[in-house]
């Protein structure tokens, strides 16, 4: 199994950014995933998930501002975020969840916003 994220970049505050992540390894259109983030000197905070049958769901924090997805096709899930803002750096990572009855984790990205 190996998820592997990209598109980590500085962008300046009120930016955009599209993350993407990249799964193989297993059956990807039954797992589920999740993108969760690290602050710097903060724990991991679960931000947003879409099922298998491509329900999502989001952190109150980043509804309105970021949008999972799937391409079921491509073995990717996205995250597309929006009004970044300095408190949305740190290392994102994708997690696959539930394959074969635990979690795998990619290396992470970095988003770095500044003001």
């Known amino acids: 199994v190996q998820l592997v994220e990209s598109g980590g970049a500085l962008v300046q505050d009120g930016g955009s950014l599209t993350l993407s992540c990249v799964a193989s390894?297993?059956?990807?259109?039954?797992?589920?995933f999740a993108w969760t983030r690290q602050a710097p000197g903060k724990e991991l905070e679960w931000l947003s998930t879409?099922?298998?049958?491509?329900?999502?769901d989001y952190v109150d924090s980043m509804k309105g501002r970021c949008t999972i997805s799937r391409n079921n096709a491509k073995n990717q899930v996205y995250l597309q975020m929006s009004n970044l803002k300095p408190e949305d750096t740190g290392v994102y990572y994708c997690?696959?969840?539930?394959?074969?009855?635990?979690?795998?984790w990619g290396q992470g990205t970095q988003v770095t916003v500044f003001a």
């Open positions: 997690t696959a969840r539930g394959v074969g009855h635990r979690d795998y």
């Open positions: 390894g297993f059956t990807f259109t039954t797992a589920a």
């Open positions: 879409v099922y298998a049958d491509g329900r999502t």
